[in-house]
T-cell receptor, first 113, second 112 residues
Framework: DAGITQSPRHKVTETGTPVTLRCHQTENHRYMYWYRQDPGHGLRLIHY???????DKGEVSDGYSVSRSKTEDFLLTLESATSSQTSVYFCAIRGNEGPYGYTFGSGTRLTVV | KQEVTQIPAALSVPEGENLVLNCSFT??????LQWFRQDPGKGLTSLLLIQSSQREQTSGRLNASLDKSSGRSTLYIAASQPGDSATYLC???????????FGKGTTLSVSS
């Protein structure tokens, strides 16, 4: 599906530990995004990237950092995981050509205990 | 700040009924509007994308319309089927194209 892969698919981690989620794409898309989805809140933007080493914050960026050292990989790091970061995390890419539609990965279900 | 609202939050209909899902947004300066479907525990599947210069898009039994000036979009599903049961999400791409902003979705249940 547009060559976007998230890993891991599921993860359980302990409070206070760092966690890194990976998004990999194979079609040289410039724009990549990390969202989280929670009941009652819907999908909210965490961070996005508009090129290698070019990133910006979204609506709910506190406690998260991102890196993009290669076009194909966009990493999301929870610096010190908290229970409030238990969520489903989705990566997305934006088309390089019109009409610039978005495609989403299958998601990572993260549980912080 | 752009806000997207979807009404109703949940909808139950019998099989075969035609139905309309509503989406409204507060800032009419959008680039695109995209409708997605999400099955329980799954990712998002794109259904239709309407560019700001367009009025509607159709795919099979689905028709999406856009009225940018009034800040509204509708998703029309004809002859609904149990397989249409899912959550439908509306999202707008802001002028800078820096991210999609989502509504909270409409959860549809179609009974046979």
């Amino acid at each position: 599906d547009a060559g976007i892969t998230q890993s891991p698919r599921h993860k359980v981690t302990e409070t206070g530990t760092p966690v890194t989620l990976r998004c990999h794409q194979t079609e040289n898309h410039r724009y990549m995004y990390w969202y989280r989805q929670d009941p009652g809140h819907g999908l909210r933007l965490i961070h996005y990237s508009y090129g290698v080493k070019d990133t910006d914050k979204g609506e709910v960026s506190d406690g998260y950092s991102v890196s993009r050292s290669k076009t194909e990989d966009f990493l999301l790091t929870l610096e010190s995981a908290t229970s409030s970061q238990t969520s489903v995390y989705f990566c997305a890419i934006r088309g390089n050509e019109g009409p610039y539609g978005y495609t989403f990965g299958s998601g990572t279900r993260l549980t912080v205990v | 700040k752009q806000e997207v609202t979807q009404i109703p939050a949940a909808l139950s209909v019998p099989e075969g009924e035609n139905l309309v899902l509503n989406c409204s947004f507060t800032d009419s300066a959008i680039y695109n509007l995209q409708w997605f479907r999400q099955d329980p525990g799954k990712g998002l599947t794109s259904l239709l994308l309407i560019q700001s210069s367009q009025r509607e898009q159709t795919s099979g039994r689905l028709n999406a319309s856009l009225d940018k000036s009034s800040g509204r979009s509708t998703l029309y599903i004809a002859a609904s089927q149990p397989g249409d049961s899912a959550t439908y999400l509306c999202a707008v791409d802001n002028q800078a194209g820096t991210a999609l902003i989502f509504g909270k979705g409409t959860t549809l249940s179609v009974s046979s």
